[in-house]
């Protein structure tokens, strides 16, 4: 006994007038678990006292209480039994079927990864107690390697269901968020919901660990490895272990999905798929042996502790040993089986002794090659955000090797490393070759000419150059289609004016590019009349500001001439105006009255006024009129001319001559 169970003041207590306390063999958050002796049984038993802080609390009294209750209810091999709950005094405590041997904690420490043979049988046992436990509708809520109990005679079972609760009641805040870190399910990091499927998710942790002899998540602080469980997917144990067959690496991502729904529903289906994977494997749960030993006295009570597991060979009951036991008529006294009892242990302590230390051996062995011989491995260290110079440092620290790799980003500034291949967390030998990508800075691109293109044409290729275009095209009328690409403007991502592109440049991704789009052509409304030319850009989005009339000796009264170019250049474009030019007609001169002057006179007057003229004789003449322009001029006299009304320039005037008198 040591020290420390010696100072223990419960050791040699008789609790409740019947439980003898003969030593402390385990400590944890809530309660003490020591053997003692039921002396009205007279069989060993395990007691399990509560903390005496807690005994006060009525939260934890129940909780106690509800273990007790939930264990009870439970009546399978793989399940340890719970025979008694009470509270003696201050003292309040359940008492337990003992069971002598490790925890799978501890065979797990010693050999670090389990065989697959190991792993299935004790796999097949868990799940055959949690299927029970589920059945009655009680979830664990703390499936974790210490509440597995592997039993010296090869029986396995899990217990501890001090966290159980009914199916009913799943919520869990604050404080009630008890379960162990390493196994928690994602809805209880999220939530705080757990219920059959959260011990489901436990179990797959568990199988990956004892498969690999590692848990999946690690960190420095609870809320990492809560954090992990909550985001991230639990790799496939046979990237740690080749040797993981594939079902059983499907079986644990299968467990640990971070949704509930595509988990299995509870542990009977789990356990039904494990019991598939033992067929296709060929491999069955290791049948469990105990030695051959004599009949032993109600006492004793091995009929009431021990369960047999439904793998346990089991001897011909009309062998020898069936023999031996018919054979023994008298009963052995006490004295006698604690000789007996006495020299078993020391033989068994002596085999466990001699397992230990070659365990320990090979565990050092393996330990050394794994953590400091040829066989270990290193973390590939973060080195996103860094400088090629400082990711270098930080991979030679690990004894890795940087090699220089280049990757464009439009995130990562040129200079700075992206990410590395194999990436942070990765594994390696040490030695190993690690690439680390620097970033370039965003991609240089030679764009071909968009003007041309349609605008989806060119709004899907510089998508693709991961290019952005604005929402907003500028829309103009050309004369291109409608639709048609005419030209584009590019806005560097960095300082920088804009500049065109239509005909094609360079520029990076993630520059902006403006496109200028075409809208056809404006109607030509040169010859239209005035109505007709005003209705005509209007369907086009262009306002007649104003219409000037001017004469014209070519186009009639009405029609437009012209119009008038666009205010600052450019193309026309929806929402601009402009101003027409509408035909007077020609433009009429008054004909100057040139009756009764002579003929010079008269024909200075009319071509003076931009006319032309022509000479008739009067009806009393006889004179021919050709003659008109060589007499002279102080004989003649303009008796009428015509046409009177006003006319074009150049039009010729007739002058009607007579002889002046005298």
């Known amino acids: 006994m040591t020290t420390n169970q010696q100072a223990d003041p419960l050791i040699g207590r008789l609790v409740d007038g019947r439980y003898r306390v003969r030593a402390r063999i385990a400590r944890g958050g809530m309660a003490t678990v020591y053997v003692a002796t039921d002396l009205r049984l007279e069989r060993r038993i395990a007691l399990k006292v509560m903390h005496g802080h807690l005994s006060d609390d009525s939260v934890f009294q129940s909780r106690f209480i509800q273990e007790a209750r939930a264990a009870a209810r439970l009546a399978d091999p793989h399940v340890v039994n719970v025979f008694d709950q009470g509270q003696d005094g201050e003292l309040a405590y359940l008492v ?24 299935i049988t004790i796999m097949d046992a868990i799940l055959s107690g949690l299927a029970a436990a589920h059945k009655a509708g009680i979830v664990h809520r703390d499936v974790k390697p210490e509440n597995v109990l592997l039993a010296e005679d ?10 159980a609760r009914a199916t009913t009641a799943n919520t869990a805040t604050g404080q009630q968020l008890l379960g162990t870190i390493a196994y928690l399910a994602p809805e209880l990091v999220t939530r705080g919901m757990a219920d059959a499927r959260s011990d489901i998710y436990a179990l797959g942790i568990m199988l990956y660990e004892m498969l690999t002899g590692e848990q999946p998540y690690k960190g420095e602080q609870p809320m990492q490895i809560a954090f992990q469980h909550a985001t991230e997917s639990v790799p496939r144990p046979s990237v740690r272990n080749p040797g993981v067959p594939e079902p059983l690496d499907e079986l644990v991502l299968w467990s640990t999905e971070k949704s509930p729904d595509e988990r299995p529903n509870d542990a009977q289906q789990m356990l039904d798929r494990l019991r598939e994977i033992e067929r296709e494997l060929g491999v069955s749960p290791m049948a469990t042996t105990t030695a051959t030993v004599p009949l032993r006295s109600q006492s004793d009570s091995g009929d009431l502790t021990k369960v047999m597991p439904t793998t346990m060979a089991l001897d011909d009951p009309t062998g020898p040993v069936a023999t031996a036991g018919a054979a023994v008529q008298q009963p052995i006294d006490n004295a006698t089986l604690l000789r007996r009892r006495s020299s078993k242990r020391r033989a068994r302590g002596a085999f466990l002794l001699t397992l230990v230390l070659l365990l320990a051996v090979v565990a050092g062995g393996v330990g050394w090659w794994f953590g400091s011989g040829p066989g270990s491995l290193v973390a590939v260290p973060s080195v996103a955000g860094k400088t090629l110079e400082q990711a270098t440092a930080l991979l030679a620290d690990e004894e890795l090797v940087a090699v220089p790799g280049e990757r464009s980003s439009v995130e990562v500034a040129a200079g700075t490393v992206i990410d590395s291949d194999p990436g942070a967390g990765e594994r390696l ?12 800075g965003p991609t240089l691109h030679t764009i071909e000419p968009l003007n041309g293109k349609t605008e989806e044409e060119a709004r899907q290729y510089l998508a693709e150059l991961n290019v952005n275009v604005a929402d907003e095209t500028l829309e103009l009328y050309s004369d291109a ?17 804009p500049y065109i592109c239509g005909e094609g440049c360079d520029l990076f991704e993630d520059d902006s590019v403006e496109l200028y789009v075409s809208l056809g052509g404006l109607p030509d409304v040169v010859g239209m009349s005035a109505d007709d030319a005003v209705a005509a850009l209007a369907e086009k989005e262009i306002s007649v500001s104003e219409q000037v009339e001017e004469f014209s000796n070519d186009v009639e009264a009405g029609i437009v001439i012209s119009m008038a170019e666009r205010e600052g250049g450019g193309n026309w474009r929806p929402g601009d105006s402009t101003r027409l030019v509408v035909s007077k007609g020609p433009q009429l001169f008054e004909v100057p009255n040139v009756t009764g002057m002579t003929r010079d006179a008269a024909t200075a007057e009319l071509s003076n006024a931009g006319f032309k003229y022509a000479y008739v004789s009067a009806e009393n003449v006889i004179l021919p009129d050709g003659v008109w322009g060589i007499i002279n001029n102080a004989n003649t006299r303009v008796v009428s001319y015509s046409p009177t009304s006003p006319q074009l320039k150049g039009t010729t005037i007739t002058l009607t001559m007579d002889l002046a008198e005298g």
């Open 429 to 440: 030998d040490k030695g190993a070759s690690v690439t680390v990508f620097v970033s370039t």
């Open 96 to 119: 337990m079927e003992y069971l002598p041997g490790i925890t799978l904690r501890e065979l797990m420490r010693e050999q670090r990864r389990l065989s697959i043979a190991q792993t």
């Open 154 to 163: 090869g029986r396995i079972k899990i217990g501890d269901f001090g966290l």
């Open 481 to 497: 289609a409608d639709d048609i690409v005419i030209n584009a403007f590019v806005t560097p991502r960095a300082e920088g004016e």
